[in-house]
């Protein structure tokens, strides 16, 4: 009897506001470091611990988060020609604020005989305790740490105990990105060529 195939899957999730090629790299890394068949790079419909409840724009600081189909659209263009990169608007699908502990327990619902890995990156996951329901996110998946340029490792609580990749550093960010449009800088080389024109096509990011 043979074996029964069991795919490691990446997961990848963020609110890509916009996608950067920090994203793309990462999970690049990653998917080879770890030997994962592919990462589903999942775009959250409400981050509740960036937004307010029941609002499609909410105020981050001083910028509103962009509609959820404009950044999945954004992030479906940054992953053109990254086949083992893929897009997945399953957070959005499901409406609402977004858990992480759902989007996992959907996936094994989905794909019972796999492995996955929860790809996140050392900034956020020094805030690991404030997760909802953060224990049972591990028990179901293998949780992994991506170092981030400018993050102290130190500051990830020890008790979790997760594996650290060390990600070659680029050192852009999102805020960044919007602070640059918003101000009528260049991003070029910050972003995918298809995602700066859908940025500048959809006014994103202006006053």
Not at 3 to 19: H, L, M, S, Y
Not at 58 to 87: C, Q
Request: charged share 30%; glycine share 6%.
């Amino acid at each position: 009897m043979f074996k029964e195939f069991r795919r490691r899957i990446g997961v990848f999730g963020g609110t890509f506001d916009p996608p950067h090629i920090g994203h793309t790299s990462a999970a690049l890394a990653a998917m080879s470091k770890l030997e994962l068949d592919f990462v589903l790079m999942m775009v959250a419909n409400d981050p509740w611990q960036k937004t307010d409840q029941n609002e499609s724009f909410s105020e981050v600081g001083n910028f509103l988060t962009s509609a959820s189909h404009d950044r999945y659209e954004m992030l479906k263009r940054a992953l053109t020609g990254k086949n083992d990169l893929i897009p997945d608007d399953m957070e959005i699908a499901r409406g609402g604020r977004t858990y992480t502990v759902d989007t996992v327990s959907e996936l094994i619902d989905k794909f019972p005989d796999s492995e996955f890995f929860l790809l996140i990156g050392a900034d956020v996951a020094k805030d690991f305790n404030s997760w909802h329901e953060p224990r049972e996110i591990c028990e179901k998946v293998n949780v992994v740490v991506l170092t981030r340029p400018g993050t102290d490792l130190d500051e990830i609580n020890t008790e979790w105990d997760f594996p650290v990749l060390d990600i070659p550093s680029v050192d852009v960010s999102a805020k960044e990105i919007r602070l640059r449009v918003a101000k009528g800088e260049s991003i070029e080389a910050m972003v995918s060529g298809p995602v700066e024109e859908y940025i500048f096509s959809a006014g994103l990011y202006r006053d």
